[in-house]
């Protein structure tokens, strides 16, 4: 294709069909994904429930989550709703500028 040509009804219906294949293609994994996704939660569910039902897991019993942070250098940032970002004792932005603002 060059640029400033006007495409043809041929080249515009072959880019069409070939849009319209990978928005298909992209559409069927991301439900595939999210059906698979729920599936596994409906699965966890059912075997939750069925372990209370046996006796398994007590009465009372509640599932907690732990959130892991994986940064092994994390820098500490404070951020003031409606105000400056401090960092490393520094007033300004989170590159620690030290203008005011």
């Known amino acids: 294709?060059?640029?400033g040509k006007v495409l043809t009804e041929a080249q515009i219906e072959t880019m069409t069909a070939g849009y319209k294949r990978?928005?298909?293609?992209?559409?069927?994994?991301?439900n595939t994904k999210q059906m698979t996704i729920d599936a596994y939660?409906?699965?966890q569910?059912?075997?939750?429930?069925?372990a209370k039902?046996?006796?398994?897991?007590?009465?009372?019993?509640?599932?907690?989550?732990t959130w892991i942070h994986l940064d092994?250098?994390?820098?500490?940032?404070?951020?003031?709703?409606?105000?400056?970002?401090?960092r490393s004792g520094a007033r300004g932005t989170a590159t620690g500028d030290s203008r005011k603002h």
């Open 1 to 3: 294709m060059q640029i």
């Open 22 to 30: 990978k928005f298909i293609a992209f559409n069927s994994n991301v």
């Open 41 to 43: 939660r409906v699965g």
């Open 45 to 50: 569910r059912l075997s939750w429930d069925d």
């Open 53 to 65: 039902k046996q006796g398994v897991i007590p009465d009372g019993y509640r599932l907690m989550k």
């Open 72 to 86: 092994p250098q994390p820098h500490p940032l404070v951020h003031l709703v409606g105000g400056p970002c401090y």
